[in-house]
């Protein structure tokens, strides 16, 4: 069996140091391993307009965003297909047959819809094209027959709902769709990054991301703002690391190396949070040292991105190419669930 990998994001703006540490620098680890035949990257436009139905300038806009930031994060076209949703019909097929598979009752359990529905303050408005998420997602990933999802542990419970989908479709109609795996981030400091703010999730919306895009003047200046322990009052003041997004911070990015390179006083980051777990130690060399990482790690990122954003003409075509692609492989899985399900007649 081919191995596949299936993942994506939604084009409601530029992506972000959550995004980075979440998945996309373990995609192109992944993508440049050699262990997968096929890989494909989606810019989930159509997931994004059921709670932007009615700004679909800012979905439109935003593709182009999230096509540079792959390719300035080092998402290669030649070993990694990117394509657009919308562009391949025939997932919006597939998520009609698999609705017939799922209850109301059972989206409703699901964790992340209900924090999402929560997040955006849809109560009793739910749009129902929001509503069936999951179902719609669960056709993404079964379309390109994907062995294995890398996500975030936020999009776990989306995972679990298709694992389900596949089992009563096989299970009703026999074997046919492909049972994926989950990858989920191997460094737990990338399972949840928070926002500059303090917040759990770091989001588009709060205001509160430091994007891979943004130069360098501005990642100090937030760097520097970010929320750290309310009770860190005075250097001498010993200081909570638990749940100190700095911290967090400096666990997802930080390496031996810019120890040597930024911090030569300290040996590795367990040495600089006993130092600051005793007192002694100040938010602001803190917070520096975490910019000095974040430099390091973004700069060449950002000068990626600005040779893409001036070929995006390259950038269109690739697009094109994939979804074209993309449509192929999606089409012969649409095959087999047809005919699975007895409704190819005149095939």
């Known amino acids: 069996?081919?191995?596949?990998?299936?993942?994506?994001?939604?084009?409601?703006?530029?992506?972000?140091?959550?995004?980075?540490?979440?998945?996309?620098?373990?995609?192109?680890?992944?993508?440049?391993?050699?262990?997968?035949?096929?890989?494909?990257?989606?810019?989930?436009?159509?997931?994004?307009?059921?709670?932007?139905?009615?700004?679909?300038?800012?979905?439109r806009q935003n593709i182009i965003q999230v096509a540079?930031?792959?390719?300035?994060?080092?998402?290669?076209?030649?070993?990694?297909?990117?394509?657009?949703?919308?562009?391949?019909?025939?997932?919006?097929?597939?998520?009609?047959?698999?609705?017939?598979?799922?209850?109301?009752?059972r989206v409703q359990r699901n964790p992340t819809v209900k924090a999402e529905i929560q997040m955006r303050n849809f109560e009793a408005s739910i749009p129902v094209g929001f509503f069936c998420y999951p179902i719609s997602q669960a056709a993404d990933i079964t379309?390109?027959?994907?062995?294995?999802?890398?996500?975030?542990?936020?999009?776990?419970?989306?995972?679990?709902?298709?694992?389900?989908?596949?089992?009563?479709?096989?299970?009703?109609?026999?074997?046919t769709l492909t049972d994926p795996q989950i990858i989920l981030p191997d460094n737990q400091a990338c399972l949840r990054l928070p926002g500059i703010d303090g917040k759990a999730k770091m989001s588009k919306s709060l205001g509160n991301c430091i994007y891979l895009s943004d130069e360098a003047d501005e990642i100090r200046k937030k760097v520097m703002s970010m929320f750290t322990d309310p009770n860190h009052l005075r250097v001498e003041d010993p200081g909570k690391v638990d749940g100190n997004p700095v911290f967090i911070y400096l666990d997802a990015f930080c390496r031996p190396e810019h120890f040597q390179e930024f911090l030569p006083d300290y040996q590795n980051l367990d040495e600089l949070k006993a130092h600051y777990t005793r007192g002694g130690l100040g938010d602001v060399k803190v917070k520096k040292f975490l910019n000095n990482v974040l430099q390091a790690e973004l700069g060449p990122i950002r000068e990626r991105r600005k040779y893409w954003e001036a070929h995006t003409d390259e950038v269109y075509a690739m697009l094109k190419e994939g979804s074209e692609r993309a449509r192929a492989k999606a089409a012969e899985t649409l095959r087999d669930v047809r005919h699975a399900m007895q409704i190819d007649y005149f095939g």
Do not use: W
């Open 1 to 59: 069996m081919n191995q596949v990998i299936l993942t994506g994001d939604r084009p409601t703006g530029r992506l972000h140091v959550g995004h980075y540490v979440g998945s996309l620098e373990r995609r192109v680890r992944l993508q440049n391993s050699g262990e997968f035949d096929e890989i494909y990257i989606m810019i989930a436009d159509a997931q994004a307009l059921t709670d932007n139905a009615e700004h679909p300038e800012k979905v």
């Open 68 to 105: 540079l930031d792959y390719l300035a994060c080092g998402i290669d076209p030649e070993k990694s297909t990117i394509f657009i949703q919308s562009m391949v019909p025939e997932l919006t097929e597939l998520t009609f047959y698999y609705m017939n598979l799922v209850t109301v009752s």
């Open 143 to 175: 379309a390109f027959r994907a062995t294995a999802v890398p996500v975030g542990e936020d999009q776990l419970p989306m995972l679990e709902q298709c694992k389900e989908i596949v089992h009563k479709f096989n299970t009703v109609y026999g074997e």
